[in-house]
């Protein structure tokens, strides 16, 4: 069975510290891994797709990285504006659609 | 850009009541879903659909049923709602390739009293 497992559940950084944030996952034929960034009372906002390993994406302050086990959220000099949920997900296999395996999320606060 | 939109950000409605939830998006994706989201259990997924007419049950269907007549709207139906179902409900669509990225929507904050 697919899991995804996300590491730390919750993150505090001081502005400026950089960080990392971990999701492993277990698949059976990687199709991708997305990223998304939530804030509190909305929806999901999608950040980053990663489809081999190897590949690398950034935005901002934000680059994402992956392995055959596992991806990495690196977040650069943040700022309290960077503070929200980061969630990541996997497609599984089906025969119609393509559902997503979500990890459990990690909560990310950064002070002034 | 991807525009998903869910019709209410909050409702209140009452025990036994039917209860609508309305979904549209405007970049003619094949695939819609509704998910429920609460604290602890993240996200799950209550219904998806493929295509007009299709529905396919995720993993909580149960208390739930679905309608997509259109391309661009997915409608999630709470039959007789009870106060379990209270949380926020989220809507997103992909492309049809299972490995596009879903886009969500801003979510309903239902409660049921």
């Known amino acids: 069975e697919d899991q995804v497992t996300q590491s730390p559940e919750a993150l505090r950084l001081q502005e400026g510290e950089s960080s990392s944030l971990n999701c492993s996952y277990t698949v059976s034929g990687l199709r991708g891994l997305f990223w998304y960034r939530q804030d509190p009372g909305k929806g999901p906002e999608f950040l980053f797709t990663l489809y081999s390993a190897g590949e690398e994406k950034e935005k901002e302050r934000l680059k994402a990285t992956l392995t055959k086990k596992e991806s990495f959220l690196h977040i650069t000099a943040p700022k309290p504006e960077d503070s929200a949920t980061y969630l990541c997900a996997v497609p599984k296999y089906n025969n119609a659609g393509n559902m997503l395996t979500f990890g459990g999320g990690t909560r990310l606060m950064v002070k002034p | 850009d991807v525009k998903v939109t869910q019709s209410s950000r909050y409702l209140v409605k009452r025990t036994g009541e039917k209860v609508f939830l309305e979904c549209v998006q405007d970049?003619?994706?094949?695939?819609m879903f509704w998910y429920r989201q609460d604290p602890g259990l993240g996200l799950r997924l209550i219904y998806f659909s493929y295509d007009v007419k299709m529905k396919e049950k995720g993993d909580i269907p149960e208390g739930y049923s679905v309608s997509r007549e259109k391309k661009e709207r997915f409608s999630l139906i709470l039959e007789s709602a009870s106060t379990n179902q209270t949380s926020m409900y989220l809507c997103?669509?992909?492309?049809?390739?299972?490995?596009?990225?879903?886009?969500f929507g801003d979510g309903t904050r239902l409660s049921i009293l």
């Open positions: 997103a669509s992909s492309l049809l390739p299972s490995n596009q990225p879903q886009h």
């Open positions: 970049m003619d994706h094949e695939n």
